[in-house]
């Protein structure tokens, strides 16, 4: 009876030590394929673009001096007419033109002032032209200093709040294309990459888009753009 139990035991104890083997051994390869999943390569992708812009907000600001309120208004009106005409004289349209009420400032307001004006009245005005014809006008913005020989006391466009923007509305349109670039070149690098570490390159793993900038191309050119994105893409490595 006693031989039995023994052969009984000793027969479950070989199941048992087969089957923890088996069991270790699943593990193992399980541990080790997920190690070799974990083998990751992360890359960025550049794509890049060149483009016009298609709008433009061009404000025009002029000001006007006096030392009566019918005087100020009068010098603004007819500056403002003058202005209007020589855009319509360069083929822009009334439609692509705003005017913006005066702003007047009252020299005698500040009389703790030293500096004395020979002038009580400041006014400033602005026409602002926004229009599609960015191929136009970008000449037309240093053609426009002409009038001051008109005695048109134009504001300087560097002045805060007075910037000629330049706009490029169709990002979306190049999207797609641009993404495919950028995808490309990340998958390039990678490849690259698993090149020089003698693996190969596997599925990707993560992905991220980036974001989408729009920059002047230099200063001289605002109406030139640059369009980039950078995509980060996580790809797996394969021995």
Same mark, same amino acid.
């Given at each position: 009876?006693?031989?039995?139990? &023994?052969?009984?035991?000793?027969?479950?104890?070989? $199941?048992?030590? #087969?089957? #923890?083997?088996?069991?270790?051994?699943?593990?193992? *390869?399980?541990?080790?394929?997920?190690?070799?999943?974990?083998?990751? %390569?992360?890359?960025?992708? #550049?794509? *890049?673009?060149?483009?016009?812009? @298609?709008?433009?907000?061009? /404000?025009?600001? $002029?000001?006007?001096?006096?030392? *009566?309120?019918?005087?100020?208004?009068?010098?603004? +009106?007819?500056?403002?007419?003058?202005?209007?005409?020589?855009?319509? *004289?360069?083929?822009?349209?009334?439609?692509?033109?705003? %005017?913006?009420?005066?702003?007047? =400032?009252?020299?005698?307001?500040?009389?703790? &002032? @030293?500096?004395?004006?020979?002038?009580?009245?400041?006014?400033?005005?602005?026409?602002? %032209?926004?229009?599609?014809?960015?191929?136009?006008?970008?000449?037309?913005?240093?053609?426009?200093?002409?009038?001051?020989?008109?005695?048109?006391?134009?504001?300087?466009? &560097?002045?805060?709040?007075?910037?000629?923007?330049?706009?490029?509305?169709?990002?979306?349109?190049?999207? /797609?294309?641009?993404? +495919?670039?950028?995808?490309? &070149?990340?998958?390039?690098?990678?490849?690259?990459?698993?090149?020089?570490?003698?693996?190969?390159?596997?599925?990707?793993?993560?992905?991220?888009?980036?974001?989408?900038?729009?920059?002047?191309?230099?200063?001289?050119?605002?109406?030139?753009?640059?369009?980039?994105?950078?995509?980060?893409? =996580?790809?797996?490595?394969?021995?």
């Amino acid at each position: 009876m006693r031989n039995r139990l &023994n052969t009984s035991y000793g027969i479950l104890g070989v $199941f048992i030590f #087969l089957g #923890l083997w088996i069991l270790g051994y699943t593990l193992g *390869e399980s541990f080790l394929k997920v190690k070799k999943m974990d083998r990751v %390569v992360t890359v960025k992708g #550049l794509a *890049e673009k060149e483009v016009k812009a @298609d709008v433009v907000l061009w /404000p025009i600001d $002029f000001k006007v001096t006096g030392n *009566e309120l019918s005087e100020i208004y009068s010098s603004l +009106e007819r500056d403002n007419s003058r202005i209007i005409e020589f855009l319509k *004289e360069n083929g822009i349209e009334s439609d692509e033109v705003t %005017v913006s009420a005066p702003v007047i =400032e009252d020299k005698m307001l500040y009389q703790y &002032n @030293d500096n004395v004006s020979p002038f009580r009245y400041v006014a400033t005005q602005t026409v602002t %032209v926004y229009s599609t014809k960015v191929d136009k006008i970008y000449p037309l913005t240093n053609k426009i200093g002409e009038l001051v020989k008109e005695n048109i006391a134009l504001g300087s466009s &560097n002045q805060y709040g007075v910037t000629t923007d330049y706009i490029y509305t169709k990002l979306n349109d190049l999207k /797609p294309e641009m993404i +495919e670039m950028a995808t490309k &070149n990340a998958r390039e690098v990678a490849e690259k990459f698993a090149k020089d570490s003698n693996s190969s390159l596997g599925k990707i793993k993560s992905a991220n888009q980036g974001q989408f900038t729009i920059t002047n191309r230099d200063q001289h050119n605002p109406q030139i753009k640059n369009v980039r994105v950078v995509s980060t893409i =996580e790809y797996y490595l394969v021995d």
